[in-house]
T-cell receptor, first 113, second 111 residues
Framework: DSGVTQTPKHLITATGQRVTLRCSPRSGDLSVYWYQQSLDQGLQFLIQYYNGEERAKGNILERFSAQQFPDLHSELNLSSLELGDSALYFC????????????FGPGTRLTVL | QKEVEQDPGPLSVPEGAIVSLNCTYSNSAFQYFMWYRQYSRKGPELLMYTYSSGNKEDGRFTAQVDKSSKYISLFIRDSQPSDSATYLCAMSVNTGNQFYFGTGTSLTVIP
């Protein structure tokens, strides 16, 4: 158990809908990272937050947004969902902003029908 | 061309075999190289972390980086059924920037 928690574990929804994925980092970690993992693309970095501020953006679609709250938990919002958004979404956290010290959560499996 | 290429496998070996997992990359500026292990329905966990070229050993695992060939490897000695997982390579220019991941190689160690 990495200490990073993600809810929900599974999510099934329809195209065009909006969902929110939640992540609680390890105690003491200030950075949160979001990743999307699909079979053909592998693990793709979406976005990083550090102590409430956006630090870096990767391959995040405009339909997706994230935020980190004062208690350091983070939410990833996915809107106007398409079939191709079906994937595993992972959250990771680290103490500082260095990517080599990330601990990953168990992921949320999103299925868009 | 993808930043990082990794053969997806699947790879199936008998228990006790030596396993070699490999990745190639295109960005010669990459200096930090990592290997993650991902069990089914779990998040990735860090196995090995190396900087620049050379070898690093940790128990049954050896990570090797050849920057001149833009090629990294992970060797698993005396493989065990508990090593059955997907192995992801990842790399970056520095630790403050995003890591680029390979698509992962699925490994099964048969008892």
């Amino acid at each position: 158990d990495s200490g990073v928690t993600q809810t929900p574990k599974h999510l099934i929804t329809a195209t065009g809908q909006r969902v929110t994925l939640r992540c609680s980092p390890r105690s003491g970690d200030l950075s949160v990272y979001w990743y999307q993992q699909s079979l053909d693309q592998g693990l793709q970095f979406l976005i990083q937050y550090y102590n409430g501020e956006e630090r870096a953006k990767g391959n995040i679609l405009e339909r997706f947004s994230a935020q980190q709250f004062p208690d350091l938990h983070s939410e990833l919002n996915l809107s106007s969902l398409e079939l191709g958004d079906s994937a595993l979404y992972f959250c990771a956290s680290s103490v500082g902003g260095t990517y080599n010290e990330q601990f990953f959560g168990p992921g949320t499996r999103l299925t868009v029908l | 061309q993808k930043e990082v290429e990794q053969d997806p496998g699947p790879l199936s070996v008998p228990e006790g075999a030596i396993v070699s997992l490999n990745c190639t990359y295109s960005n010669s500026a990459f200096q930090y190289f990592m290997w993650y292990r991902q069990y089914s329905r779990k998040g990735p966990e860090l196995l090995m972390y190396t900087y620049s070229s050379g070898n690093k050993e940790d128990g049954r695992f050896t990570a090797q980086v050849d920057k001149s060939s833009k090629y990294i490897s992970l060797f698993i000695r005396d493989s065990q059924p508990s090593d059955s997982a997907t192995y992801l390579c990842a790399m970056s220019v520095n630790t403050g920037n995003q890591f680029y991941f390979g698509t992962g190689t699925s490994l099964t160690v048969i008892p």
